[in-house]
């Protein structure tokens, strides 16, 4: 599976980003597919992930600003930022794993549960 992110910028605080990525390459519904972000000198921090039969699991980072979709037909996964503010600047990576939704939810967290990466795109948020 190769992944490729598209949608990150320069936004003002209070604004909004659509970030997209694009899947090709093996079956697209067999993975489950999650958003990352890492700030510099920080760990990379799972946002959401989202599952093919549309369940849904957020990361307290993600809960309430970021909305995780995905559209299967289109092989892509998007991630709808509200509300950003500085804390939000980071590089942003989408992965693919075959992640079971019924699995200790600790593992969605853990990068190693994804098989596939994207190369990021950043996202920098100005007060």
């Known amino acids: 599976v190769q992944l490729q992110a598209s949608g990150g910028g320069l936004v003002q605080a209070g604004g909004s980003l659509r970030l997209s990525c694009a899947a090709s390459?093996?079956?697209?519904?067999?993975?489950?597919l999650g958003w990352f972000r890492q700030a510099p000198e920080l760990v990379r921090e799972l946002i959401a992930v989202?599952?093919?039969?549309?369940?849904?699991y957020y990361e307290d980072s993600g809960k309430g600003r970021f909305t995780i979709s995905r559209d299967n037909a289109k092989n892509t996964v998007y991630l709808q930022m509200n509300t950003l503010n500085p804390e939000d600047t980071s590089v942003y990576y989408c992965?693919?794993?075959?992640?079971?939704?019924?699995?200790?939810?600790?593992?969605?967290?853990?990068?190693?549960?994804?098989?596939?990466w994207g190369q990021g795109t950043l996202v920098t948020v100005s007060s």
């Open positions: 992965a693919a794993g075959v992640l079971s939704r019924y699995s200790n939810s600790n593992l969605y967290g853990q990068t190693g549960s994804y098989e596939y």
């Open positions: 390459g093996r079956n697209f519904d067999d993975y489950s």
């Open positions: 989202a599952w093919p039969d549309g369940h849904t």
